[in-house]
């Protein structure tokens, strides 16, 4: 049975460091899943930098489960060398702060661009990046996301075969019902090659987030069945709700604050302590 471990994009709370530090501690998260900071994206980090946030992460006793890089976030066609070099030193940064995971994609497609035709370009890049990251001990895995060569369970799966060993999956819910795929006949298409899943659930109808548990994504089901696996797994919150800077001064009027959305927030923080909510809820009921 898998023990999991609970991740977060701290971001989500807010860009301050302090602040994402603090999000986590309140909700009974003990790793991040890197990704923005108060530099820029985690892809940016100098290895100067690097050091001084292992320090902090270390005495405030939050660990990292995984870069939250955007790399394989470019069209199939734009030019790789400048991504691919990126991409080495943010495995650099990885090591300095303990994390042998980076997270990845398979590169945007624009309308008439073939699948079929960019196939062995695909697969060629991430071999680069696969290879590099293994022999630095560190393993790539790999996102579902909308309008990439692995925005479907099937593509997902060719990628996972083909780089068994390599390369391992992370399993995002909603993005897969952005896609208009139900997610639990792809995660059963793909069990066996996901590594950690991200907690984001969305309505089938319009693709819009909501919290776990509150959406179409069976995200209840699926983590049944991923306790089933083996060994560590994390689950990296990503809450992506909506937040309404003047929500607050709507709450007396009661008749606009109807209209809007139901999971809408008044600040990044009251997004991500709701989202973290949602998701205790879901485990507690595991054992329920």
């Given at each position: 049975?898998?023990?999991?471990?609970?991740?977060?994009?701290?971001?989500?709370?807010?860009?301050?460091?302090?602040?994402?530090?603090?999000?986590?501690?309140?909700?009974?998260?003990?790793?991040?899943?890197?990704?923005?900071?108060?530099?820029?994206?985690?892809?940016?980090?100098?290895?100067?930098?690097?050091?001084?946030?292992?320090?902090?992460?270390?005495?405030?006793?939050?660990?990292?489960?995984?870069?939250?890089?955007?790399?394989?976030?470019?069209?199939?066609?734009?030019?790789?060398?400048?991504?691919?070099?990126?991409?080495?030193?943010?495995?650099?940064?990885?090591?300095?702060?303990?994390?042998?995971?980076?997270?990845?994609?398979?590169?945007?497609?624009?309308?008439?661009?073939?699948?079929?035709?960019?196939?062995?370009?695909?697969?060629?890049?991430?071999?680069?990046?696969?290879?590099?990251?293994?022999?630095?001990?560190?393993?790539?895995?790999?996102?579902?996301?909308?309008?990439?060569?692995?925005?479907?369970?099937?593509?997902?799966?060719?990628?996972?075969?083909?780089?068994?060993?390599?390369?391992?999956?992370?399993?995002?819910?909603?993005?897969?019902?952005?896609?208009?795929?139900?997610?639990?006949?792809?995660?059963?298409?793909?069990?066996?090659?996901?590594?950690?899943?991200?907690?984001?659930?969305?309505?089938?109808?319009?693709?819009?987030?909501?919290?776990?548990?509150?959406?179409?994504?069976?995200?209840?089901?699926?983590?049944?069945?991923?306790?089933?696996?083996?060994?560590?797994?994390?689950?990296?919150?990503?809450?992506?709700?909506?937040?309404?800077?003047?929500?607050?001064?709507?709450?007396?009027?009661?008749?606009?604050?109807?209209?809007?959305?139901?999971?809408?927030?008044?600040?990044n923080r009251a997004a991500f302590d709701a989202a973290a909510q949602a998701m205790h809820?879901?485990?507690?009921?595991?054992?329920?």
């Open positions: 049975m898998a023990e999991f471990i609970l991740s977060a994009f701290s971001d989500e709370a807010g860009i301050d460091l302090d602040e994402q530090i603090s999000a986590c501690h309140a909700n009974g998260i003990t790793h991040m899943e890197l990704r923005g900071l108060p530099q820029g994206n985690s892809s940016t980090l100098s290895t100067d930098d690097a050091w001084v946030l292992k320090a902090k992460l270390d005495s405030e006793g939050i660990q990292v489960s995984a870069i939250g890089s955007p790399y394989g976030k470019i069209n199939i066609a734009d030019d790789f060398e400048p991504h691919f070099e990126a991409f080495q030193n943010t495995i650099e940064v990885a090591k300095i702060l303990g994390c042998r995971l980076i997270r990845i994609f398979s590169f945007y497609f624009e309308e008439g661009q073939s699948y079929e035709a960019y196939r062995d370009e695909v697969f060629s890049r991430v071999d680069r990046m696969a290879d590099y990251a293994l022999e630095h001990h560190v393993l790539c895995c790999h996102e579902n996301e909308k309008e990439i060569y692995g925005d479907t369970a099937e593509r997902c799966l060719d990628l996972y075969r083909h780089f068994e060993g390599r390369l391992a999956g992370v399993f995002d819910p909603a993005n897969f019902i952005q896609c208009g795929i139900q997610p639990l006949e792809a995660y059963d298409m793909l069990e066996p090659y996901i590594l950690y899943m991200h907690i984001k659930d969305a309505k089938m109808a319009d693709g819009s987030v909501v919290p776990a548990g509150a959406g179409d994504g069976h995200v209840k089901e699926i983590l049944r069945r991923f306790k089933k696996m083996e060994g560590k797994r994390f689950l990296s919150l990503e809450p992506h709700l909506k937040v309404f800077d003047g929500l607050d001064a709507l709450e007396k009027d009661h008749e606009t604050a109807q209209k809007m959305e139901q999971y809408t927030y008044p600040t809820r879901l485990l507690d009921s595991l054992d329920a």
